[in-house]
């Protein structure tokens, strides 16, 4: 599941303005923005409960709600649309404000059932309180957590060929070991102890966290380093010292340690600092300072 839609279920914004009122339209955009930002969070927390329900033992259970979210979803999706529509990106006059007060608190007429009356903000809380509900009663059934396991598991097979990359490429390479998921065991059926369940994934979810960086740190160092090295010869070729013994010498230096394998970053920085100091040591030559890359000097 996604990281998301595991964190809960986020709650709409709240409407501006009143039914028939006209609204600032600084005070909309904003409200517009939040809204766009909550109608994707609601999208993907529906999708994945979806798709989980279908792992879950009493799925017919849960499938008049689930049916009952998608059309919300769908009607939340159809309004936006005609509110995003009059709002012409902030082309507008007090009257189309007030006719997107009226979107937006006024009852929503061909998108949903006619037994359920309500207005467009209305529908926002019901297809929160659908999805938490949905989240909730699979969490009971340990679908939602059968499905982030299989996700921690993954994570920490991709962790795992990262951390031997890094331990290939670079010299003195953190000796941590990669949590492994599987150790809280399988996906308890007992609803009392999904709590605790939940609580021990986002403890490995947050380790792993901890160790991917403390791979992928030495290899983006590395890759700047790298960087820096080239464009300290840029400047070195723009000032006309490219060529002079100091900087030919640092950068051989450098480019031996910063492209082999394993690389020892230490040496690295030290190096690249080294071809730093020659660069901006180095008399520029006549004629050449500031000169476009590649021009010659005359």
């Known amino acids: 599941m996604s990281s998301q839609a595991s964190a809960g279920v986020m709650v709409a914004p709240a409407a501006p303005g009143a039914l028939g009122r006209a609204i600032d339209p600084t005070v909309l955009l904003r409200y517009l923005e939040a809204l ?23 799925q017919d259970a849960l499938l008049g709600d689930i049916t009952l979210a998608m059309a919300v979803m769908q009607a939340i999706d159809a309004q936006i649309a005609k509110i995003i529509e009059k709002w012409d ?22 998108n949903l059932n006619a037994t359920l009356a309500v207005s467009f903000v209305e529908a926002c809380a019901l297809g929160t309180t659908l999805v938490r509900s949905l989240r909730d009663r699979l969490d009971e059934a340990g679908a939602l957590l059968g499905g982030r396991l299989a996700q921690l ?44 369940f939940s609580a021990r994934l986002d403890e490995i979810d947050a380790a792993l966290t901890a160790v991917e960086q403390q791979f992928r740190a030495p290899l983006q160092e590395r890759d700047e380093l790298r960087s820096v ?30 492209w082999s394998a394993p690389c020892d970053l230490a040496v690295g920085r030290e190096q690249v600092a080294e071809l730093q100091r020659a660069v901006h040591a180095s008399a520029p030559r006549p004629g050449v300072m500031n000169a476009p890359r590649g021009a010659s000097s005359r």
């Open 36 to 58: 766009r930002h909550w109608q994707a969070s609601l999208r993907t927390s529906l999708d994945d409960v979806d798709r989980y329900s279908r792992t879950a033992v009493h």
């Open 89 to 110: 990106s902030g082309r507008v006059l007090a009257q189309q404000t007030t006719e997107i007060s009226t979107l937006l608190w006024g009852r929503l007429d061909d």
């Open 153 to 196: 598991v993954s994570r920490a097979d991709a962790i795992e060929l990262l951390a031997a990359r890094c331990r290939e490429k670079i010299a003195n390479a953190p000796t941590i070991a990669v949590p492994n998921p599987n150790v809280v065991g399988d996906v308890p059926t007992d609803p009392t102890v999904a709590t605790q």
């Open 229 to 258: 090295m080239g464009a300290y010869l840029e400047m070195a070729a723009v000032r006309g010292c490219a060529e002079s013994n100091d900087v030919v010498a640092a950068e051989q230096a450098a480019r031996m340690t910063l």
